[in-house]
């Protein structure tokens, strides 16, 4: 099977390593990672009709989206459209991310539990609402804001002042809707469920650490770090997922005669009394959770996305024997979030055993290679145990020297307070 990987952050290179064991993978663009497994093509994720000309040229029987934009703008609907396979949903599907609003109207009617919020289109009647709001409180843009369209506010002041700015252009057009939602307790969950609009299937659950600092203090960021399995998802509360949040969702989506095929990322808040509520919707895999979730998986992934892709039958992708946890420790550039710097020369030293590592920001040039993004590498490590993966995961990022590199060394601290070993 010829499989193309459109994207080239960590993510995408995680994808391309594992569909890279059973099938011959070309990134479009892909990065300097992606080069040893499989062929980079110079491609941008936004250059549609060189797309489909990789695709026709290169006989490819199944293109995978890492990335949401191009998942929004239509891109699966244009491959589909031009006769191939793809993994990935339409762009009527994607606004299950791409408008927030969407998705809080679609979870009202499906009965899906989630913060009760509201959506504003203009700043006046936000804020006037804002006034009479309980604290503290999170604002939103609904469109697409790379991670970063979410605030959670201590009080009303600084929830008028976020909604302000995002009515004043702060994210562009994705601010064009407001959100103002009820903040949730209790601790996340990542929950990744592929689907081809009717049959559900489970991949191993994630924990992301969005926050800059150690002991989860700072601002924001994409992500700093993962891990997986986590044990607070249980099978039965995995199962009461399926049944109160997925299953509802996926239906209601295909009763509106736009079927959700694909990844459905549930973003879920799992309270201290063991509710659920969905804290948002992805149409796309996480960064940096792939990194950790998809080395866990067998090589028959491969077949299940394209099962996915033809509405054929397909099962759940099985696990990898022997390796029964992950940790992704990603390593950033200085000044990232809000301004990370560009250019500081990397070096590099072997690889430990149990250990992957993916490139998520990086440029080569003639060999050398530098830093190119915010979120540079993801440092995985595999093992029996969490705790195993995690302690293999920092010797990995060990192995990277570059001037101002940025890392938590704590991911994964929840379960091993849980395990009693941190
Ligand atoms: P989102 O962009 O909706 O994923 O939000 C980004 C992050 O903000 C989430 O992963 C949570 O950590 C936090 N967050 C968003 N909404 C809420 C909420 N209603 N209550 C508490 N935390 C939230
Ligand atoms: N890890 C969060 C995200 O991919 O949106």
Request: glycine letters at 12%; one cysteine or more; hydrophobic letters at 40%.
């Amino acid at each position: 099977m010829n499989v193309l990987v459109i994207g080239g952050g960590g993510r995408e290179h995680a994808l391309s390593w594992q569909l890279s064991r059973a099938a011959t993978v070309f990134c479009a663009p892909g990065n300097p990672g992606t080069i040893s497994l499989a062929t980079n093509l110079p491609i941008s994720i936004n250059d549609y009709p060189a797309i489909l000309d990789a695709i026709r040229d290169h006989k490819i029987d199944l293109t995978v989206v890492g990335p949401e934009a191009p998942l929004a703008d239509g891109l699966a609907d244009r491959i589909e459209d031009a006769g191939f396979k793809v993994f990935g949903p339409s762009a009527a599907a994607a606004r299950i991310e791409a408008s927030k609003a969407f998705a809080k109207s679609l979870m009202g009617e499906a009965g899906v539990p989630t913060a009760t919020s509201r959506t504003f289109s203009d700043a006046d009647s936000a804020r006037a609402y804002i006034s009479q709001h309980p604290e503290p409180l999170v604002i939103k843009a609904s469109g697409l804001a790379a991670g970063k369209g979410a605030v959670v506010c201590p009080d009303r002041d600084t929830a008028a002042a976020a909604a302000t700015e995002m009515f004043g252009g702060r994210f562009g057009s994705a601010g064009a809707e407001v959100l103002v939602e009820e903040f949730m307790e209790g601790e996340e969950l990542s929950v990744f469920a592929l689907t081809d609009g009717e049959h559900v299937n489970l991949l191993p659950s994630a924990q992301d650490h969005k926050r800059i600092g150690e002991g989860d203090t700072g601002p924001n960021t994409g992500g700093m770090g993962a891990y997986s399995p986590v044990s607070i998802a249980t099978p039965n509360l995995l199962e009461r997922i399926e049944a109160e949040v997925l299953r509802p969702t996926i239906s209601a989506m295909a009763a509106r005669g736009t079927p959700y095929r694909g990844v459905l990322y549930a973003g879920l808040m799992i309270g201290s009394d063991g509710s659920i509520k969905v804290v948002e919707f992805n149409c796309r895999f996480g960064d940096p959770e792939a990194q950790a979730v998809l080395p866990l998986l067998a090589q028959d992934f491969a077949d299940q996305l394209w099962g996915v892709a033809a509405g054929e039958n397909w099962t759940a992708p099985s696990l990898e024997a022997g390796t029964e946890a992950a940790v992704t420790t990603v390593v950033a550039a200085t000044g990232y979030p809000d301004a990370p710097e560009k250019g500081a020369a990397i070096s590099l030293e072997d690889e430990p055993p149990h250990t992957i590592l993916f490139h998520a920001g990086t440029a080569s040039e003639s060999g050398a290679l530098t830093v190119d993004g915010g979120r540079v590498f993801s440092a995985t490590g595999l093992g029996g145990t969490v705790q195993e993966a995690h302690r293999r995961s920092l010797d990995l990022v060990g192995c990277i020297r570059f001037e101002g590199m940025v890392y938590r060394r704590d991911i994964a601290w929840r379960e091993e307070d849980r395990a009693g070993t941190s």
